[in-house]
């Protein structure tokens, strides 16, 4: 069943050199990334291991990352065993219960996202950013990703051309928003695919080594503007308040409701144009072709802001009238074949 040398490679780390019984091994997940992850059961409960190619992966700032969010504690697997030259991990497994799946089945999805924004609060207030270690999102990488984009939505997949111009000034706009905020420890990913219930009521925090110093809206907006649900705009800003009440009672914004809600949204543009990038990326670069069908929801996050502010009504004419339309196109002539 399991023939690939790394596989072979990671059995042998567990078998033989930590002495584990596997009464059971089982793929557990995959993201996406180059990461793997499997669920080892032993006599002595079960683990999940990571198996994480160390040419492709950095171990060392999930190891990092993951000190980081316990010290502020929040809740990340603990770390029992770990084999950096070969990129395995073994990990405190978090089960099987999704924040996703719960929340989709959820009568009331506020209790949920409370706690979601109660892990994410201990990580913006429990966390001094200028002694963490992480990298900065500085200007670079922020254009960085919006080049994504561009190059492989745009350019790769629907062979459109956008204009320098119009692409420089949304990048100027975003950039600019995205440096003028408050900066904090930022897990990068923080949404529904990577939060776990444990225990039936702890938080678990997944998927955290991409870690930076940057914006303080970026996980928020990745949390209530989630690529993979959708919750209706009024929820949302109910939400979005009472979490800028929290960070005002702290001292960690002095701005007003309409300036952090700009941040927001712009943010969420800088994010949801990268995302849809990396979609289109995992699609024509690594098969992974199941993230085409969040296009849609991410393209209708990027019109919903596009479109309310006058300074992009160029760029929201050119994805509503060109984009949009060309994605669809695309996924028709594609039929059941994603």
């Not at 989709?104 to 209790?111: C, E, L």
Request: hydrophobic share 45%; glycine share 6%.
């Amino acid at each position: 069943m399991f023939e690939d040398l790394r596989t072979l490679s990671l059995l042998d780390w567990l078998e033989n050199d930590l002495l584990l019984t596997i009464d059971d091994f089982q793929p557990a997940s995959s993201d996406a990334s180059f990461r793997r992850y499997f669920r080892v059961t032993t006599p002595e409960g079960q683990m999940v291991v990571m198996d994480a190619p160390p040419d492709k992966e950095n171990i060392p700032a999930f190891i990092k990352a993951a000190t980081l969010l316990a010290s502020a504690g929040v809740k990340s697997p603990m770390i029992f065993q770990q084999n950096l030259e070969d990129g395995f991990l073994l990990l405190e497994d978090f089960g099987s219960q999704p924040f996703l799946d719960m929340v989709a089945k959820a009568v009331d999805p506020n209790p949920l996202y409370h706690l979601a924004m109660d892990s994410l609060f201990a990580l913006q207030t429990r966390t001094d950013p200028e002694t963490s270690g992480l990298p900065g999102y500085d200007e670079a990488l922020l254009k960085r990703e919006l080049g994504i984009f561009t190059d492989w939505f745009a350019g790769q997949l629907l062979d459109a051309d956008l204009p320098a111009k119009l692409t420089e000034k949304v990048e100027s706009l975003l950039v600019a928003s995205a440096l003028a905020q408050p900066a904090v420890c930022v897990h990068r990913d923080y949404h529904s695919r990577n939060l776990m219930l444990v225990d039936g009521g702890t938080l678990g925090v997944l998927d955290f080594q991409d870690a930076v110093v940057g914006p303080i809206t970026y996980d928020l907006v990745s949390l209530l503007r989630d690529c993979y649900v959708t919750w209706p705009q009024g929820q949302v800003g109910q939400w979005l308040a009472q979490y800028y009440q929290r960070l005002q009672a702290t001292g960690l914004v002095s701005c007003g409701l309409p300036q952090f809600s700009r941040w927001f949204d712009l943010m969420g543009l800088q994010r949801h144009l990268k995302a849809i990038g990396i979609f289109s990326r995992l699609h024509l670069r690594d098969g992974k072709s199941a993230y085409l069908h969040d296009i849609p929801r991410t393209l209708a996050y990027v019109l919903a802001v596009t479109g309310q502010y006058p300074e992009l009504a160029e760029f929201d004419q050119v994805v509503r009238e060109g984009l949009r339309p060309a994605y669809g196109r695309f996924l028709q002539t594609l039929g059941d074949h994603v």
